[in-house]
């Protein structure tokens, strides 16, 4: 649970694609389970980080949060209102209030607008939020406080680098004062240079608007600076959430485990020291996730039960004795247990 009052709550979040064969008759087959049930909190002002393997959902939900997908499934509430029931006006008010910055500022911008049209492009569906009279000047200074020189409000998005096109994608999402910034893999694409400066950039944003952050990645060592809390999707599914320090310095769930040791390790005799854990196969495919619990195909600590039962994301009964430790976090196996992998600074 996070610290603070939840500005954002998640619960038996679903997405289904329906898998049809036929082409006059279409019949539905299956489905691709691309999110199978995810449920969290997001605190204001708080950072959840969400990590996982490509293909795992992460994008599924970020377009659910924004709504740019409608759940199969599930609810979202805003500040205790489940917006998944919502529609028209009262809809769009809360659609202002939740942006997204996109992964890849190279597509995610039309190369043919200039980058005042790009970033005060939300005031044609928002006109109440800046009169037209006012625009030029809030795009201003957005490219301000995105670190940007107003007087680029004419340039194209070619004319910039990478960091700076996903510069002017973040000005892009403030410019209608979002209480909510869902950012999805923000820097996936950038040279790893660029990496630092735009987080960076990201988190001073959060103290100067009280932002709170949906911020996805792939690799937990991105969302290690940024994040309050982290969630580690597999297949669909958080499979363990909690604090960083939990996360990061106490993982009990099998996948973060392996997740952990693959980040890399600046200092050479850390690096030395640290066992890697190798998952064996594949992630399998969405469309035929595993009965009981969908890790066992690569998961090491697999029995007879893992098979049977579907393990909930909890504090594991095994790890419920005793005084509280920060292994005592919601993980979603029945054979959870700490193990400290070298940390990643
Ligand atoms: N419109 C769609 N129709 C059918 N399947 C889809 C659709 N969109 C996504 N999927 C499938 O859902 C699963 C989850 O996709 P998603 O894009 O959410 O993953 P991701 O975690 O964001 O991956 P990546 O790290 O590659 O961005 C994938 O198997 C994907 O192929
Ligand atoms: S429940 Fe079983 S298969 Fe799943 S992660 Fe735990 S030990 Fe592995
Ligand atoms: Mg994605």
Not at 73 to 102: C, H, P, W
Not at 131 to 157: A, H, M, S, T, W
């Amino acid at each position: 649970m996070p610290a603070s009052e939840p500005i954002l709550e998640v619960s038996g979040l679903v997405k289904h694609y329906p898998l049809t064969q036929g082409i006059l008759f279409k019949k539905q087959v299956g489905a691709v389970k691309a999110v199978d049930g995810v449920d969290f909190a997001l605190g204001q002002g708080e950072t959840l980080g969400i990590v996982g393997e490509s293909g795992c959902g992460k994008s599924t939900v970020a377009k659910m949060l924004v709504n740019l997908e409608r759940p199969t499934a599930g609810q979202i509430k805003y500040k205790g209102e489940d917006v998944t029931k919502l529609s028209g006006r009262a809809l769009k008010a809360v659609r202002r209030n939740i942006q997204m910055v996109f992964q890849d500022p190279y597509t995610s911008l039309n190369p043919r607008m200039t980058v005042g049209d790009i970033i005060g492009e939300p005031y044609e569906i928002h006109p109440e939020v800046a009169p037209k009279g006012d625009r030029r000047r809030r795009v201003q200074d957005l490219l301000d406080v995105v670190g940007l020189n107003p007087e680029y409000i004419n340039r194209y998005p070619h004319q910039f680098s990478g960091g700076q096109r996903q510069r002017i994608g973040i000005a892009r999402g403030l410019a209608l004062r979002p209480e909510i910034i869902v950012a999805d893999e923000p820097v996936s694409a950038l040279d790893v240079s660029v990496q630092a400066q735009v987080v960076n950039l990201l988190d001073s944003l959060q103290n100067e608007f009280d932002l709170s952050y949906v911020f996805i990645a792939h690799d937990l060592s991105i969302v290690r600076h940024i994040s309050d809390r982290v969630g580690v999707m597999y297949l669909g599914r958080i499979v363990e959430i909690g604090t960083d320090e939990e996360i990061y310095e106490h993982p009990t769930h099998p996948y973060t485990q392996a997740l952990l040791s693959a980040v890399p390790v600046p200092d050479p005799e850390a690096r030395e020291h640290r066992e890697r854990i190798i998952l064996s196969g594949d992630v399998p495919s969405p469309a035929n996730i595993p009965s009981g619990c969908r890790f066992r195909t690569r998961c090491w600590k697999a029995q007879e039960r893992c098979a049977l039962e579907v393990p909930e994301l909890a504090v594991p009964a095994v790890l419920r004795i005793g005084e509280k430790t920060p292994a005592q976090h919601d993980s979603a196996c029945f054979f959870a247990e700490e193990k400290h992998v070298v940390p990643t600074e």
